[in-house]
């Protein structure tokens, strides 16, 4: 059996909520993996330490916070200037440490507790351990920071107190009655969902109890009040139901110790300096505009030219590697979408239809079906195998808008997913990802979802080759019971920033049911009709979550190749050589109206790479005096070796 291979931008949220790679259906013996070396592992710890003086990535100019096994290095930058090495501290993860999880699971149930002490009237709910702290959320009036305040110097006295925390088990009648006595509507909703028995309670001393399974420390005094911080309070429906209750939402950190604390704080501190919202309004890169529409991405001229940047290297990698490009409408008959199973198992995902001449249209939430009917469009042979095509194309998804986070979550995207063989999947992957700096990942293998389409020997099938695949080039996965999308199983591949946080990226989905739905064929060689396979894969996901991805992987400070402005002519006198760079393809401009220490200080807030100075003696000499963001005083040089130098540090995804 052949392959039809499918390159195109639709299913996959990167900027989503995820952007996140290989598989070799085992029919088709034609299409082999190319060995690449790569670094896949299981991160059980963090490593957060700062910088003393910047260490820049093989493959770009920024300086670079590089993620290493078994850390991750991050940048303390408050000024913008060059990091500073201070200490390095070692995080550990709800996985690495069960203590850790143990304290954060309890410090949820002693937050409840101080509620409930400090407002009788707050209802519980649930409250579980996450990444880096903990939550619960409460039925109770909105709080405010000094609310919080409040709750911690409860929390501080329960924790002072060292209560035991006791197990006990009950039978669901008693359960049922307790939680009747002390008026707990949510609990009752709770336990109506626990299917086990006996039922489980935890009790904090005598005072407090809670539906729990566990697992707890043995008393409150084993957490280090000092390594515990209240963080937020947000806004959360009562089992994500915007039909039911608007809870209140505590969210808090705990950790082992006041050093791992400090730590996480600066990460954090460090992730808000970076945020892609902030950035990217800062140096002017694109906007989300209320009066067009919660997110709908306007991307601003500076922005426009790096999404021009990532398009050309996209399209040039592909063209090379032998793929024809596609442009497919943004709309079809609601029929298409209906066929290929989109209204059945996708619709909360979809825009409402449009009735155009008495006919129904759909915005395409993918592009798979248009690529499906450029196919159909003649006979194939074997002989025309395997089809590489691929399409930049936006596509529109619902989005609730309180879900709507920037870039990481829009309503209109571009999303590259391809229609390729298996074979060259994961050097082009790799190609593309090692561009931007992107060496570390995460694989995921997703499978069957409870709404799928397809007979289970089919799943079977496509899942099978999927892990062969994996297994063949030797790497470690995890398996993501019931992730696969509605038509086919898949492998995501999480890339790691520079502050170690994981991004969906790259993604590959076997597909054996869309052919089917079409009804597409290819003649063999013995003249017979037979099915082909579709793999749709997407390298970036989509540009507009790539592109928050790069602002804060960056920090803003984009590599000289890919910065939009490359260099800042702050000219005394002439204004010639900014028009002699931009001829030389260089993406220059000129700035004026301000004293030159302030044109440096306003280059400096822009990350602009570089800074040419003409006065009177550059002019005469046809010279410029060069600062480097990071390099610091260049001094003086010809200005067309000042070009060469530019060029060839591009070329070279080097800095000058």
């Not at 995080?91 to 999880?101: A, D, G, K, V």
């Not at 305040?149 to 009950?170: A, C, F, Q, S």
């Not at 945020?275 to 989300?288: E, K, T, W």
């Amino acid at each position: 059996m052949f392959l039809l291979h499918r390159m195109a931008s639709s299913s996959h949220p990167l900027f989503t909520s995820s952007l996140r790679l290989p598989s070799n259906p085992a029919t088709s013996s034609s299409l082999l993996f190319n060995p690449i070396s790569k670094q896949f592992y299981d991160r059980k710890f963090r490593s957060f330490y700062l910088f003393n003086k910047p260490q820049y990535h093989r493959f770009s100019s920024w300086p670079a916070a590089v993620a290493t096994d078994p850390g991750i290095a991050i940048e303390n930058n408050a000024s913008d200037d060059v990091p500073k090495l201070e200490e390095k501290v070692v995080l550990p993860t709800n996985e690495s440490s069960q203590t850790l999880l143990r304290i954060r699971h309890t410090c949820a149930h002693v937050m409840a507790m101080a509620v409930q002490k400090v407002f009788p009237d707050a209802k519980v709910t649930i409250g579980p351990w996450i990444e880096h702290g903990f939550y619960y959320d409460f039925d109770i009036e909105s709080l405010t920071d000094k609310d919080l305040k409040r709750i911690k110097k409860e929390m501080d006295r329960i924790i002072g107190r060292n209560l035991p925390l006791v197990r006990e088990e009950v039978t669901r009648d008693e359960a049922q009655k307790r939680i009747t006595d002390i008026n707990e509507p949510y609990k009752l909703e709770i336990l109506d969902g626990i299917k086990e028995e006996p039922i489980t309670i935890y009790h904090i001393g005598n005072e407090w109890w809670d539906l729990c399974a566990g697992p707890h420390v043995e008393t409150t005094g084993v957490i280090n009040r000092r390594a515990v911080q209240l963080e937020s309070v947000a806004g959360a429906y009562w089992r994500g139901d915007v039909n039911k209750p608007m809870l209140q939402r505590i969210y808090g950190t705990a950790w082992e110790n006041e050093e791992q604390l400090k730590a996480y704080l600066h990460f954090k501190e460090e992730a808000k300096r970076r945020d892609h919202r902030r950035l990217g309004q800062d140096l002017d890169l694109f906007s989300i505009q209320d009066d067009a529409g919660g997110g709908l991405v306007f991307w601003h001229p500076k922005g426009a030219v790096v999404r021009h940047i990532i398009e050309d290297l996209w399209k040039k990698i592909h063209t090379k590697s032998g793929y024809d490009l596609l442009y497919t409408p943004h709309v079809a008959k609601a029929d298409l979408w209906s066929i290929s199973g989109h209204l059945d198992f996708y619709r909360e995902n979809m825009y409402d239809q449009m009735k155009i001449e008495e006919e129904l249209y759909q915005l395409r939430p993918m592009n798979c079906p248009y690529h499906i009917l450029i196919y159909k469009r003649k006979p194939h042979s074997y002989r025309d195998f395997p089809i590489r095509v691929a399409e930049l194309g936006t596509v529109y998804r619902y989005e609730l808008s309180g879900s709507l986070h920037g870039l990481f979550r829009v309503r209109g995207f571009t999303q590259d997913q391809i229609k390729d063989e298996i074979k060259g999947v994961l050097d082009l992957t790799e190609q593309m990802l090692l561009q931007f700096g992107f060496e570390k990942y995460e694989v995921n293998l997703s499978t069957k979802p409870e709404k799928a389409v397809g007979d289970d020997d089919i799943w079977v099938k496509a899942t099978g080759a999927l892990k062969e695949a994996l297994n063949d080039k030797g790497w470690t996965y995890e398996v993501d019971e019931g992730g696969g999308a509605f038509y086919g199983p898949k492998i995501d591949l999480k890339i790691e920033d520079a502050l170690g946080r994981k991004w969906q990226c790259s993604t590959i989905q076997v597909d054996f049911n869309l052919p089917q739905r079409f009804d597409i064929t290819y003649i063999d060689s013995n003249s017979e009709r037979k099915r082909p396979i579709m793999i749709h894969r997407a390298v970036l996901g989509s540009l507009e979550r790539f592109f928050g991805v790069l602002i804060e992987h960056y920090a803003g400070d984009f590599p000289l190749w890919l910065s939009p402005i490359q260099a800042r002519i702050l000219p005394v006198t002439d204004r010639q050589i900014t028009e002699k760079m931009k001829a030389s393809g260089i993406r220059a401009e000129l700035c004026t109206g301000e004293r030159l220490p302030k044109l440096i200080r306003n280059a400096e807030k822009q990350k602009i790479p570089l800074m040419a100075v003409v006065g009177p003696k550059e002019v005469e000499t046809q010279s410029v005096t060069v600062r480097s963001r990071f390099g610091g005083e260049l001094g003086t040089m010809d200005v067309h070796d000042f070009i060469d130098r530019i060029n060839n540090a591009v070329e070279t995804r080097t800095f000058v």
